[in-house]
């Protein structure tokens, strides 16, 4: 069945780089878009970054554009978000999700999530 593994979060200080990864299987993951949300303590978990089945298209929260990058492997059956210029409001537990299209606002699969924590 579908399982996705996030790894990569940690603490680190306003203006540092992280990049978050997911490992995928059990679905056809090159056919699926794939998607990056996150949750703040308090606030619903929304949309951060999307990206096509292929990889060639992809879009972004208001909020990151600029700062985050969303690519994808689909030998390695991985989904990464680079994500630079990082600041405190970016703290948040972010999640890899299976999406049916890359305008999708939720999903049915997730993963556990992995903290991400920035420090002023």
């Known amino acids: 069945q579908v399982q996705l593994v996030e790894s990569g979060g940690g603490v680190v200080q306003t203006g540092d780089s992280l990049r978050v990864s997911c490992a995928a299987s059990g679905f056809s993951f090159r056919s699926s878009p794939m998607g990056w949300f996150r949750q703040a303590p308090g606030k619903e978990r929304m949309a951060v970054a999307r990206?096509?089945?292929?990889?060639?298209?992809?879009n972004y929260a208001d909020s990151v554009k600029g700062r985050f990058t969303i690519s994808r492997d689909n030998d390695k059956n991985t989904v990464s978000l680079q994500m630079n210029s990082l600041r405190p409001e970016d703290t948040a537990i972010y999640y890899c999700a299976v999406l049916r299209t890359i305008y999708s606002e939720s999903a049915n699969d997730w993963g556990q999530g992995t903290q991400v924590t920035v420090s002023s």
């Open positions: 990206i096509s089945a292929s990889g060639m298209r992809s």
